[in-house]
């Protein structure tokens, strides 16, 4: 909205660019959600070392894929000239994608650090976490693109930095929770990634489940922007609205995700299966 408001130009590049990151972002996110069911079965039984192991081994495992994710990335920035989308939108384009290549890595280490919270059915740290992150972003987007407080107008880059600083952010604060407070204190004693190739084994189908979910998207984009600027700019207004309903399911298929993984841990198939239900 706030891109939008810039220039129709800057909201067209936004959806390029957003939409060839948003298949690595929901993969990343569903490579990080495997380690939900694992933290969560060995927090019913009381095993808080071994579920610090995965959730060690799990980070091990996303920052290694982010990375890799990164790498990708990368090598496709030389294929943007390639695409077809209009000229005018180029160098906007470019440089939004040098900023949004920084994120791969913090958003990793943000969204283990979450699952793994919402494991042990501790949901409300992530939360606000979040929400602190998305007001950041926010603000931050309001003095870059537009200038304000002696900041210099950054336009579409601005936008940029403000989510790469905000996910940043939002890394350290979840960082900083699973050190301080006394919640997590006994899932720091636990062994120095032992448990990579299980957190591997469980993680990497949701990985590709997440990403074929989103191709869809992002092949949309790339033949929406041959039309121009304009219908790339609509486009992006429309995928908004309905990511947001997207991830509203999403949410709720997590939270059955940590009361099963609950039950399972215990052995109840009765409980997970009313969860399901429910």
């Given at each position: 909205i706030m891109v939008g408001h810039y220039s129709v130009n800057a909201l067209a590049a936004a959806a390029?660019?957003?939409?060839?990151?948003l298949v690595p972002n929901v993969m990343m996110m569903?490579?990080?959600s495997g380690v939900t069911p694992l933290v969560g079965a060995l927090y019913s039984q009381q095993k808080y070392r071994e579920a610090g192991s995965i959730t060690r081994s799990s980070l091990q495992v996303n920052i290694a894929m982010a990375l890799i994710c990164t790498l990708i990335m990368g090598l496709m920035y030389f294929m943007l000239p390639y695409m077809g989308q209009a000229p005018e939108l180029l160098s906007q384009i470019q440089s939004y994608y040098l900023v949004l290549m920084l994120m791969p890595v913090p958003m990793a280490v943000y969204n283990v650090l979450a699952q793994s919270s919402n494991g042990i059915e501790y949901t409300s740290v992530p939360m606000w976490v979040t929400v602190g992150g998305i007001l950041l972003n926010i603000f931050g987007n309001w003095v870059l693109i537009y200038g304000k407080l002696g900041f210099p107008e950054m336009g579409l880059s601005g936008a940029g930095i403000a989510t790469v600083f905000g996910r940043a952010v939002a890394m350290v604060a979840m960082w900083a929770a699973f050190r301080k407070l006394h919640r997590y204190r006994d899932y720091q004693r636990c062994r120095?990634?032992?448990?990579?190739?299980?957190?591997?084994k469980t993680s990497w189908p949701l990985m590709l489940q997440s990403g074929a979910e989103c191709v869809l998207w992002t092949v949309g984009a790339v033949v929406v922007g041959w039309f121009g600027?304009?219908?790339l700019a609509a486009y992006q207004v429309v995928n908004t609205i309905s990511q947001l309903g997207f991830m509203v399911f999403m949410s709720f298929a997590s939270a059955v995700a940590i009361r099963v993984a609950y039950y399972a841990g215990l052995r109840n198939e009765q409980g997970a299966g009313a969860v399901a239900r429910a």
């Open positions: 390029f660019v957003n939409s060839l990151f569903g490579l990080a120095r990634g032992a448990e990579r190739v299980k957190a591997w600027p304009v219908q």
